[in-house]
Structure formats: C-alpha cells, structure tokens
C-alpha cells in the first residue's frame, strides 16, 4: 500500500474516508482477488463529521485499506461538507487519475441526495474528460490519458443498474474494513453524538442492500452499478448464459 504514483487498475473515487468501503468494497476485493491492482481516492479527510478526528479518520483509513489489499490509497483534502466543481478540485482529481492511469473508475452517481456525494461525481466525470487533454494543467508535468471508463455505484431504486457484481465471497471482508471505521459506526461502549450511520440498524442495512442486489442475479451478495455509456459487449450469448433471475 502506497500513496505514490503507481498504476492502477481501478481506482474507487468517493468524497468521505469511509464511503468506498460503504459503496464498492466488495468488488474491489473481488478485482484485487482477480489480479487487478485497486486504489481508493477519498476526495476528503471527514473533518466535518459528527464523530471522531480527522487524525482518527486517517489512522481507519488506512486499516481499512488494509483489509481491501488496496495497492494505493490517496486523500485530495478537498473541505468536507464543501466539495464543488471547481478549477482546483477538477485539477487535483486530474492529476491522481493522470498519476494512477486507471483503465477503470468506480464512484458515486450524480443524483446522491449529500452533496458532497453528488459533486464528486461531477468531478470525476470532468476531471476523466480533462485528463485526456495534454493542455489541461501542462504545468502539472503530468503526460494525458486514455479516457478511464467510469461506473457508478448504485443505491436509489429510481435507477437500473447496467450490472450487479457478484461480492458473495465478499462480504465479510467488506463488513470488517467497514468496522475498521469504528469511530463511525455503532458500538455500545460510544458516548458520541448519534448519527444516521452510527445507528444501530445502519450496518444491518448495508448488508441486506447486498443481499437485495444479489438476489436480482440470483447470488448471495452484490454491488450495483450504472454506465451511461453503452456497453460493448463482444459475446452476448456467453453474456446473456450466465445465470440470471427472471424474476429481476
Ligand atoms: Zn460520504
């Protein structure tokens, strides 16, 4: 685990130090399992959170990374409950897209109801688009890339997902790098303010999410996702052979 300029894979790009692990963290340990080199961009350190510090948050992070086998995890320490679309945040995303070349990026979808959520997918759609500019921020040094594929993690029923990853041999690992983030999440001993995700029934929740979005492909656990650009798809008959639930 590195925050130097190695290539990547896939690079999961989201705005707080525990929204990857909450969105994607069990298909990033399905690609790092495959072989793939995986990396996590947290757009912030957390600072405006009801609880604990951001030394504390950084110190979950990288536990959590642990846990993930990520091969980079990088903070762009944009302000918390203040992430916009603007000439610095499209520049700093530019530059660690240009600096990890990802061939793949996961990250938030645009109509996230946190702002901070529903920016940073904004950014990182611009920051993708620019980073293939050899012009764009010529002063960084940096050489341009080939446009990385981006797909959204899912969570509104108002959106059909382009594809569920199966995570079923996953989840485990997920909730533990989730918990790594135990300033966070419920625990009995807490005496700190009560949050939405600290709740008792939070966690619970994730976990029946995955088992909804499994049991749409007819597994045990998964993540969805949604690409608005159309799919090439090279085998539609090996595709569409896999096992599916009509009842979808
Ligand atoms: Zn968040």
Redesign the pocket.
Known sequence: MTDLPIELDVLAV???PD?AELSVAGTLLKLKALGYRTGVCDLTLGEMGTRGTPELRAKEALDAAGILKLDARVNLEQPDGHVWLTEASRTAAVRVIRAHRPRVILTTHWDDP?P??AATCRIVREAARLATMARYDAEGGQPAVKMPAIAHSLFSRLVVPSFIVDVSDFVADKMQAIRAHESQFYREESHEPTTRISDKGFLPEIEDRMRYYGSLIGVAAGEPFYVREALNVDDPVALLSRPMNIYS
């Open positions: 989201f705005a707080h929204d946190h901070d959520h």
